[in-house]
C-alpha cells in the first residue's frame, strides 16, 4: 500500500491502542487524535495534550499510519493561539470596562463641579445701555479716538 513517493496511505484508526502501549509520557494519542478531530479542545486539555514529548514513538508503531504527530503539534499550537487570543480578549473587556467606569466618573464629577462653580461667582447682571457703550467705546478706540 505504498504511493509513488513511497509514503504509506493513512487508512481509519484500527483502536489497536499500540500508540498507547509506547507513549512514554503515558498519554492516550489515540484519544488526543481523536478530541483534535472534533475541535474537542477541552477534551485534548483533559487528556493532557501539552504533555506530550512529541518522541514520535505513536507514528511509528501505527499500523494505520496516522500522522499522529502531526496532529498533537497541530493541536498544541492551535490550543496556544486560542490562549492568547483569549488572553487579547480578556485584556480588550478589561480596558472597554475601565474606560466606561472613567467617562461615567468623569461625567459624575463634572455634575459635581458645575454647581458649585456657578455659585462660587458672583451673579452679574449688565443692561442693555451698558452693553451698548462699552461697544461705542471700542469703536472709538480703534478709530484712534479716546473718551
Not at 491502542?17 to 509520557?25: A, N
Not at 497541530?74 to 480578556?90: D, F, L, M, T
Not at 470596562?97 to 458649585?116: G, H, I, K, Q, S
Amino acid at each position: 500500500m505504498a504511493i509513488e513517493s513511497g509514503h504509506p496511505t493513512q487508512q481509519p484508526c484500527v483502536h489497536c491502542g499500540e500508540c498507547v502501549r509506547v507513549c512514554p509520557d503515558a498519554l492516550n494519542p489515540e484519544t488526543l487524535f481523536f478530541a483534535l478531530v472534533r475541535d474537542d479542545f477541552a477534551s485534548a486539555r483533559d487528556g493532557r495534550l501539552d504533555a506530550c514529548s512529541e518522541c514520535h514513538r505513536c507514528v511509528e508503531v501505527c499500523p494505520s499510519h496516522i500522522p499522529l504527530l502531526d496532529w498533537l503539534r497541530w493541536g498544541k499550537s492551535e490550543q496556544a493561539a486560542r490562549a492568547r487570543a483569549e488572553a487579547a480578549r480578556e485584556r480588550y473587556l478589561a480596558r472597554d470596562a475601565r474606560l466606561v467606569r472613567e467617562r461615567a466618573e468623569r461625567a459624575a464629577a463634572r455634575r459635581e463641579v458645575r454647581p458649585t462653580v456657578a455659585a462660587a461667582l458672583p451673579a452679574q447682571t449688565i443692561s442693555h445701555a451698558e452693553v451698548l457703550a462699552a461697544i461705542a467705546r471700542g469703536k472709538a478706540r480703534r478709530r484712534g479716538k479716546h473718551p
